[in-house]
Antibody, heavy 118, light 110 residues
Framework: QLQLQESGPGLVKPSETLSLTCTVS??????????WGWIRQPPGKGLEWIGT???????YYNPSLKSRVSISVDTSKSQFSLKLNSVTAADTGVYYC??????????WGQGALVTVSS | QSALTQPPSASGSPGQSVTISCTGT?????????VSWYQQHPGKAPKFIIY???KRPSGVPDRFSGSRSGNTASLTVSGLQAEDEADYYC??????????FGTGTKVTVL
């Protein structure tokens, strides 16, 4: 069964870079049918799509975050990673990685809480 | 792109039905057959329960159904059960490889 697991620092200082990695197991990250995405959820608030990567390295970002976001993939390790720079307290929240097709996010990681604070 | 609009809350008694709306535009909900719905219990990751507007993934009870009229999609939960109490989010493909989520609806089983 496909599983996704987020990992990375739980505390990031303001103005620094948030870095998270998602490890995929139980299935191949190299798929012609699926993309790999990041979604976040501020405390007590709704979900926000951050961006998506295909195994080939093609990336797609939320226009509101595009200037600060970078997503990369390492197929040899079955991992894809998120970098969000110049973070502020507004970037605090739970960050999820997920697999998705054209229209639905069908497998999610358990989420990683990231707090931006000095 | 703006978040899709959902009512903040909805409620119903056990056995009753509740319907949640998800309003977007012709550039997202109304423009593509890629509306999906997610159920999220407190402290848990979202679980997808509807895809491509009306389809249910295997293992999702048929009490959950999706529909769409124009730029508004809807999720109906029939025969409400205690375990249906959760937050529900819609999502839509928005073109140019962009995705947008709804504002979320808290469903309470009275």
């Amino acid at each position: 069964q496909l599983q996704l697991q987020e990992s990375g620092p739980g505390l990031v200082k303001p103005s620094e870079t948030l870095s998270l990695t998602c490890t995929v197991s139980g299935g191949s990250i190299i798929s012609a049918s699926y993309f790999w995405g990041w979604i976040r959820q501020p405390p007590g608030k709704g979900l926000e799509w951050i961006g998506t990567i295909f195994h080939s390295g093609s990336t797609y970002y939320n226009p509101s975050l595009k200037s600060r976001v970078s997503i990369s993939v390492d197929t040899s390790k079955s991992q894809f990673s998120l970098k969000l720079n110049s973070v502020t307290a507004a970037d605090t929240g739970v960050y999820y990685c997920a697999r998705h097709g054209v229209g639905d996010f069908d497998h999610w990681g358990q989420g990683a809480l990231v707090t931006v604070s000095s | 792109q703006s978040a899709l609009t959902q009512p903040p809350s909805a409620s119903g008694s056990p056995g009753q039905s509740v319907t949640i709306s998800c309003t977007g535009t012709s550039s997202d909900v109304g423009g593509y057959n890629y509306v999906s719905w997610y159920q999220q219990h407190p402290g848990k990751a979202p679980k997808f329960i509807i895809y491509e507007v009306t389809k249910r993934p295997s293992g999702v009870p048929d009490r959950f159904s999706g529909s769409r009229s124009g730029n508004t999609a809807s999720l109906t939960v029939s025969g409400l059960q205690a375990e249906d109490e959760a937050d529900y989010y819609c999502s839509s493909y928005a073109g140019d490889n962009n995705y947008v989520f709804g504002t979320g609806t808290k469903v309470t089983v009275l």
